[in-house]
């Protein structure tokens, strides 16, 4: 665990590296804000890995190969540097996309395609770094590369044929060239090897990349290259396998060694190649405003450190993110795969979820609302890929959370091609939280809304069930007996704040009528949170409209589907049943009023998926107009449509937008509503006309 007094400087540590990748101050604290709050709730898979024996051609029977395992076990401020790297990426394509913007250009892109590169090479091991730095941001041979390998590991049956170092240099070019689309070409160098169109000036590029593999080298490990040695025939011991317990420690060491830009230049030198500096081969970006000078980014890398304002709000978030999670959760659980929602669990019918992945997934996320309605993290599994056929790799792991919730995770891969399967199981540990989710989910069985599997078997569960009812009872009986004063403290300081005149008895009454609805004076209280917002509009909806619902409302609202936490009617198909003065109010909502909307996508499930989530970052990252989870909670609906075109132009989409207000109808676009193209730019170009609509609408 991370120390008290360590934890500010690690804070500070990846507010820097934030920094430097966004150039942006308050992007960089919402970064490392999210990324230690994830880093909080990761689950315990490091540590519990399934390893399995690597590949390699045997050089020498002397090799301890059968020790060994090709993927490390990340520390804590390890994980949270790869957590930086993901929590950023979103603020890098918005920047991207902003083709126009000064606030984008050719060194912001020589820094993304490094972070990338090292994002998706550190995940695995020595190996890809090696191969990914050598290969693809230097023009060091196949062969060479071997060598390079061969000085890190110092092991010769780790060294694979020069066939395997092409198919694995080929991987790593589809991941870049997925992330990076039409700002990257890709041309042919010799022998039509396929490679990265290069800058015609890689000199200008020198210091920059330099600086940016000085803040990518893994945190607090050293350099231990020696120099004026031959690192093959000599060996460097430092680097050679010395037992399971220190082999994570060893291949940070040896990631650091092809990392960092002196240490990688003293190992070219002892292995006397040409200087890394004369092999530079940074891509030539489209769309990019030229840098100036040489490329020096000291801007960013002398960014003052966080104020002590800045540092206690982000402890403040991540404290209440704890108490959140102390507090008690919503019946619902969202299960999210790389920012995209993939699986529900509905704990008032089943306990766990099953979905598939595929080999590029990277972060698990397991969320839920607290009863305030504000979103909380439950729970993350970073995803690690394996050699020799660069799957998923297998994991076993979870975590106890503060409020007693155990959330499991089990990572399978299957037959088919690179791809795996996730299990995640929900189980609380607390004994009474326990029966009570017990008695929901038997609640449910009686009524024949889940599945009767748990009445398999009654012998086992007859007996459960009765423990379970008196535990209940014990701990209802106990909290009487604890909180009875209290209570009636409680209902004097009530019925004094709401002003009534008497004994004790008539001032607990008649606050409680006022809580039903029936006299206009009824107290409010206030919300924890700026999410809580939404229910004090409710309030102030129903008010305007009748004092206190009728009978028929009441019955109405009893039987919502709004009463299920986490899933809500759509606003733009009020049902004919909800109460009059509601409807009424929500049917006055105008484009000028949205602050709030849900995104609904629908249509091809890949490309409706990406939309959705590029809508949902750009509008975040704007901050104007809010995307919630909750459909309730918006203004108005923005519902997309997505088709993909034809086969010549699959990459290209098209795409249908309107957004609804709770009567159904339709606000903006006022005509149209067709965009056609890339995913990124169609995304880019509705939330542009978005805004400016709702603009125009509040300037009139």
């Known amino acids: 665990m991370i120390s008290p007094q360590s934890k500010d400087g690690l804070l500070n540590k990846a507010f820097h590296l934030a920094c430097f990748i966004l150039g942006d101050r308050d992007a960089a604290l919402r970064v490392v804000t999210g990324a230690w709050a994830k880093l909080e709730v990761a689950s315990a898979a490091q540590y519990k890995r399934l390893y399995y024996r690597p590949t390699g051609r045997l050089w020498s029977r002397r090799s301890q190969s059968n020790h060994f395992r090709n993927n490390i076990s990340f520390n804590e401020p390890h994980l949270l540097q790869r957590l930086i790297y993901i929590e950023s990426e979103p603020?890098?394509?918005?920047?991207?996309?902003?083709?126009?913007?000064?606030?984008?250009?050719?060194?912001?892109?020589?820094?993304?395609?490094?972070?990338?590169?090292?994002?998706?090479?550190?995940?695995?091991?020595?190996?890809?770094?090696?191969?990914?730095?050598?290969?693809?941001?230097?023009?060091?041979?196949?062969?060479?590369?071997?060598?390079?390998?061969?000085?890190v590991i110092q092991d010769p049956a780790r060294v694979k044929d020069d066939y395997y170092y092409r198919s694995r240099k080929g991987v790593l070019m589809q991941e870049l060239k997925q992330r990076f689309g039409d700002l990257i070409n890709v041309g042919h160098g010799p022998r039509g090897e396929e490679r990265f169109e290069a800058d015609d000036n890689q000199s200008r590029f020198v210091e920059l990349v330099r600086e940016c593999l000085s803040f990518f080298t893994p945190w607090h490990t050293r350099c231990l290259v020696p120099a004026g040695i031959d690192p093959i025939t000599d060996g460097i011991p430092s680097f050679s396998y010395q037992g399971h317990n220190e082999e994570d420690k060893i291949e940070m060491n040896r990631i650091h060694a092809v990392l960092h830009p002196d240490c990688f230049q003293r190992l070219t030198a002892d292995l006397r190649f040409d200087a890394p500096d004369t092999r530079l081969e940074i891509p030539r970006f489209f769309f990019a405003n030229d840098m100036n000078g040489n490329g020096s980014n000291s801007g960013r890398r002398n960014q003052p450190k966080m104020s002590e304002q800045e540092l206690m709000s982000i402890k403040g978030e991540l404290d209440r993110n704890a108490e959140r999670r102390k507090a008690g959760l919503a019946g619902l659980l969202r299960i999210m795969v790389d920012g995209v929602e993939r699986a529900r669990i509905d704990l008032n019918k089943t306990r766990n979820a099953h979905l598939g992945l595929d080999e590029h997934a990277e972060l698990i996320e397991?969320?839920?609302?607290?009863?305030?309605?504000?979103?909380?993290?439950?729970?993350?599994?970073?995803?690690?890929?394996?050699?020799?056929?660069?799957?998923?790799?297998?994991?076993?792991?979870?975590?106890?959370?503060?409020?007693?919730?155990?959330?499991?995770?089990?990572?399978?891969?299957?037959?088919?091609?690179?791809?795996?399967?996730?299990?995640?199981?929900?189980?609380?540990?607390?004994?009474?939280?326990?029966?009570?989710?017990?008695?929901?989910?038997?609640?449910?069985?009686?009524?024949?809304?889940?599945?009767?599997?748990?009445?398999?078997?009654?012998?086992?569960?007859?007996?459960?069930?009765?423990?379970?009812?008196?535990?209940?009872s014990f701990g209802v009986m106990l909290k009487y007996v604890r909180k009875g004063n209290g209570h009636a403290t409680e209902q004097v300081v009530t019925s004094q704040q709401s002003g009534q005149i008497g004994d004790e008895k008539t001032g607990a009454t008649k606050a409680a009528s006022n809580d039903r609805g029936t006299s206009p004076s009824a107290e409010t209280k206030a919300p924890k949170s700026s999410s809580a917002a939404p229910s004090?509009?409710?309030?102030?909806?129903?008010?305007?409209?009748?004092?206190?619902?009728?009978?028929?409302?009441?019955?109405?609202?009893?039987?919502?589907?709004?009463?299920?936490?986490?899933?809500a009617t759509v606003p733009g198909a009020v049902a004919q049943s909800e109460p009059r003065s509601i409807a009424a109010a929500r049917a006055a909502t105008q484009l000028s009023a949205v602050r709030k909307v849900y995104i609904e996508a629908t249509g091809d499930a890949t490309l409706s998926q990406s939309v959705r989530q590029m809508l949902s970052e750009r509008l975040r990252i704007g901050n104007r107009i809010i995307p919630v989870q909750i459909r309730d909670d918006a203004d108005a609906l923005l519902k997309?449509?997505?088709?993909?075109?034809?086969?010549?132009?699959?990459?290209?989409?098209?795409?249908?937008v309107e957004l609804i207000n709770a009567r159904g109808d339709v606000i903006w676009p006022a005509s149209g509503g067709k965009y056609e193209g890339y995913p990124a730019d169609v995304s880019a170009d509705i939330v542009r006309d978005l805004l400016t609509a709702i603009g125009k609408s509040r300037r009139q």
Do not use: C
Not at 536 to 559: F, I, M
């Open 91 to 151: 603020y890098e394509i918005a920047q991207e996309q902003e083709k126009a913007s000064p606030a984008i250009g050719e060194e912001d892109l020589v820094i993304h395609f490094i972070k990338h590169l090292t994002k998706k090479t550190v995940k695995r091991n020595s190996f890809y770094v090696t191969l990914g730095l050598s290969r693809l941001l230097y023009s060091y041979s196949t062969a060479e590369t071997m060598d390079i390998y061969n000085a």
């Open 536 to 567: 004090q509009g409710l309030e102030a909806r129903q008010k305007t409209g009748r004092v206190g619902p009728s009978p028929k409302a009441e019955s109405v609202a009893r039987n919502s589907p709004q009463e299920e936490p986490g899933i």
């Open 640 to 656: 997309i449509t997505v088709a993909r075109k034809a086969r010549a132009e699959l990459d290209k989409a098209n795409i249908l």
């Open 366 to 472: 397991v969320r839920s609302h607290d009863h305030s309605g504000e979103e909380v993290l439950l729970a993350t599994h970073l995803l690690d890929q394996e050699e020799p056929d660069n799957r998923v790799q297998p994991a076993e792991a979870s975590i106890i959370l503060e409020g007693g919730q155990k959330i499991s995770i089990q990572v399978s891969p299957t037959s088919r091609e690179n791809s795996a399967v996730v299990d995640i199981t929900y189980r609380e540990t607390d004994p009474f939280r326990a029966a009570s989710l017990f008695l929901h989910q038997l609640a449910q069985s009686f009524g024949g809304g889940a599945s009767r599997s748990i009445w398999r078997d009654r012998r086992v569960f007859v007996p459960v069930l009765a423990v379970f009812l008196l535990a209940v």
